[in-house]
C-alpha cells in the first residue's frame, strides 16, 4: 500500500498541483463564506456540507477527468491466439495517442478474465482478471499509432476468457 501511495505521489505533474491547490483553497472560502453566512442557517449548513464533499471528491474526481483530456488514448485490440505448445496467449494491439501532448511512457495492460454465459456473472468477473500483463512503451509523439505485442504468460486456464487491454500515459 505504501508502495502505490509513494509511486503516486511520485507521478504527479504540475497540473494535478494546481488542480489540488485549487480544490483547497475553493474549500477555505466555501468555509469562510459558511462562517459569513451563520445566521442563515439552511445556506451555512448546505455550503459547510458542499465544502467538505468539494475537499474529498473533487480532486478525485478532478485528478481522473484532466487525466483523461491530458493523456487521451485509444487502444485497440488486433488479435490473441492461445499457443499450442507453450502455456502462453499472445495480444496483438495498437496504441494511437489522441492526445496533443507526447507521451514519455505508456503502460499497456492486458487483463484476461473468465467467461460464464451469465451476464451479471460476466459483469463481476470484468472487475477481477484472473491473469495481467504490462508492457512499457517510451516516447510516442502526438498522433503516433504503435503496434504492439504482449505475450500472457503462464496462462494455464482452459475454458473461455475474454482479453481486454488498457493504457495509462504520461
Known amino acids: 500500500m505504501q508502495e502505490n501511495i509513494t509511486d503516486f505521489i511520485n507521478n504527479l505533474i504540475f497540473y494535478d498541483y494546481i488542480l489540488f491547490g ?4 475553493l474549500f477555505i472560502l466555501l468555509l469562510v ?3 459569513l453566512l451563520r445566521r442563515k442557517t439552511f445556506l451555512a449548513v ?11 471528491i473533487g ?6 477527468q484532466m487525466h483523461q483530456f491530458l493523456f487521451k ?29 507526447d507521451f514519455t511512457s505508456c503502460k499497456i495492460t492486458a487483463s484476461a478474465y473468465k467467461i460464464s454465459g451469465n451476464s451479471l456473472k460476466d ?6 482478471p484472473f491473469k495481467k500483463m504490462s508492457i512499457i512503451e517510451q516516447d510516442i509523439v502526438k498522433g503516433e499509432v504503435r503496434d504492439f505485442k504482449i505475450i500472457v504468460e503462464p496462462f494455464t486456464y482452459s475454458k473461455d476468457y475474454n482479453i ?7
Do not use: D, H, M, W
Open 22 to 25: 485549487g480544490i483547497f483553497l
Open 33 to 35: 463564506l459558511t462562517i
Open 46 to 56: 448546505f455550503l459547510l456540507l458542499f465544502s467538505f464533499f468539494l475537499l474529498f
Open 59 to 64: 480532486p478525485i474526481i478532478g485528478y481522473n
Open 73 to 101: 488514448n485509444t487502444t485497440e485490440l488486433v488479435s490473441q491466439k492461445k499457443l499450442n505448445f507453450t502455456q502462453a496467449v499472445v495480444v496483438k494491439g495498437i496504441l494511437t495517442n489522441e492526445s496533443k501532448f
Open 123 to 128: 459483469f463481476i468477473f470484468a472487475f477481477n
Open 164 to 170: 481486454s487491454i488498457k493504457a495509462r500515459c504520461k
